[in-house]
């Protein structure tokens, strides 16, 4: 438990530098690493040799180096990352744990991933922030609610330690964080007035869901390739797609909502 805290302590310190103190091309860079990482991951996860999934990382990081030179672009890869979490997801985790062919593998990894990455350098910092604290926040509280009071398995066939009392501890956390970051933070106080309340706590809702959806995703992937783990780079927290399963999910979804609020 000591080293998984220093780890995340360790972590988030380093997250915040990057964000505050490198350029917007820099931080691109940070960003790009992760998605390698992940990529790689996920090559492995769900059945690629060894010797392919570097292959398949780099090809990964060049769509997302390509479309961020398309920033036209973005609203349709956030549709697009819409549809497989609303849609898509949800059907191969109801199929119970299982890989899909390698294709749709490589497929699913790419819009898990690459919208994601958009999403985190487009958005501006504060946003950016807000939309990992809610994900944080949901998370934290569905672990703690969980352990206390959680009695009924939301997926057992993929996740043993997931309830539906963690999800509603994550849904209450998440609702409460985004009222008070619509009362304090200045780029939504101004946007959040009047009828706007009920759409955006909607979508707060939504994306605490999203947050679930996409730590059970991960599970799923690792659960049919044997794995408890995604890698072992983060002592005491496995691999990088452990640490980002739900920010993959909530992310460009929450970037999508951002960009439908009205105008300060």
């Known amino acids: 438990m000591l080293v998984r805290a220093a780890t995340a302590v360790v972590l988030l310190a380093a997250f915040l530098a990057a964000l505050f103190l490198l350029e917007r091309t820099q931080f691109a860079i940070v960003v790009s690493v992760v998605i390698a990482s992940g990529a790689y991951e ?12 570097p292959v398949y990382a780099a ?9 961020l030179q398309l920033p036209g672009l973005l609203d ?16 191969w985790l109801a199929r119970g744990p299982g890989a899909p062919a390698p ?9 898990v991933l690459v919208p994601a990455g958009l999403a985190m350098v487009a958005l501006p910092r504060d946003q950016l922030l807000v939309l990992l604290g809610l ?17 009924r398995k939301l997926a057992p066939s993929i996740s ?3 309830t539906w009392e963690g999800v509603a501890g ?7 964080y985004a009222i008070i970051c619509a009362m304090s ?3 939504l106080r101004a946007q959040v007035q009047g009828a706007i309340w009920v759409p955006y706590l909607l979508g707060a809702a939504f994306l605490c869901a999203a947050s679930v959806l996409g730590d059970l995703l991960e599970s799923g992937v690792k659960r049919a390739a044997g794995a408890k783990d995604s890698g072992r780079i983060l002592p005491g927290h496995g691999g990088i797609l452990d640490r980002i399963d739900a920010v993959t999910a909530a992310l460009p979804l929450g970037a999508l909502l951002l960009r439908q609020l009205p105008a300060a």
């Open 59 to 67: 090809a990964c990081l060049v769509a997302w180096y390509a479309l």
């Open 170 to 176: 994550a849904a209450a956390a998440g609702l409460a």
């Open 135 to 151: 994900v944080w926040t949901a998370d934290t509280a569905a672990y703690f609610t969980g352990r206390a009071c959680g009695r």
């Open 42 to 53: 996920w090559a492995r996860l769900t059945g690629w040799p060894a010797t392919v999934a």
């Open 185 to 187: 933070a200045p780029s």
């Open 103 to 111: 294709a749709l593998s490589a497929l699913a990894g790419l819009v």
């Open 160 to 162: 043993s330690g997931k």
């Open 76 to 91: 349709g890869v956030l549709l697009v990352a819409l549809v497989f979490w609303v849609a898509a997801a949800p059907a």
